[in-house]
């Protein structure tokens, strides 16, 4: 499991480089954006580890989705969202809390779409 979630960050950090690069020039890339590397997964990896949801081969899934989801989001910030809307601060906290809430709700509704 340790070896998941270290792939999973580093999986993380460079899908997400390329966001990094173009909010970087534009002064759009906070503090909160990098913590979204670790903080979904850890999330995650600790719900499993307490036994929250039901336990199944959906795991990998769960994981896939949440690495796959969070370069997504950011990079969907960086090149649609700060276009759109003057305050690029507002945006990114907007998928900072989904990027927090999806880890549980992965957890409690993937599971129930495989039994």
Do not use: H
């Amino acid at each position: 499991m340790a070896i998941l979630y270290l792939y999973s960050v580093i999986l993380i950090m460079l899908l997400s480089s390329v966001a990094w690069v173009f909010a970087r020039r534009y002064d759009t890339w906070f503090d909160w954006d990098w913590l979204l590397c670790v903080l979904p997964t850890s999330i995650w990896f600790i719900l499993i580890s307490k036994g929250v949801g039901p336990y199944n081969e959906s795991f990998v899934i769960e994981v896939a989705a949440i690495t796959g989801l969070i370069p997504l989001l950011l990079t969907f910030r960086v090149f649609v969202l700060d276009k759109l809307f003057s305050s690029a601060k507002n945006s990114s906290l907007f998928i900072f809390v989904i990027c927090i809430i999806s880890p549980v709700v992965f957890r409690f509704t993937v599971p129930l779409f495989l039994t």
